[in-house]
């Protein structure tokens, strides 16, 4: 077929504050889950990638009207982890109970299955200590995309939470 091309986005985790606030949003639960106090004793090491819901907004738009524009573009702001994530918001939020430690993965593989049914031992050990590596070359070079701080996009996302009442507003 000739007719069209097709671009594919392939956000990593989409974080940041959204247009209208969704407490069933997997982001928001995150966020919750590491400010809220749940994982107060320590976050485990998931080496995951993030993204701003800003820059996955504008990728679908320039993907769509910009000529030329085909293939598969990856969009992540950094490789990161979620031990990174808590250490981020803590700078500004060191009031809340965000994680100062990690959990070791040992003791991931222990407690797992019993956390919950996806962290199977076999999660935890290719998911836990493990850097994740994606590679956003292709956004930024097709669709021009300048990816945000993660500061920003956490500490915006997280000011929306506070204002919505996801967590309790410490003064």
Known sequence: ???????????SFVMGPGLKYHASSESVKFIISVCGGELSTGVPKFGMSFVDVREVARAHIVAAYKEGVT??????AKNSNAFEAATILRKKYSRYPIPTRTV?????SLLGPYLSAITTRRYVANNVDVDVNLDNTKSKESLGIQYRSLEDTFNEMFEQILDYGGVERKN
């Open 71 to 76: 293939g598969r573009h990856i969009l992540a």
């Open 104 to 108: 070791p993965k040992f003791l991931m």
């Open 1 to 11: 077929q000739n007719q069209w091309t097709m671009a594919v986005i392939n956000p």
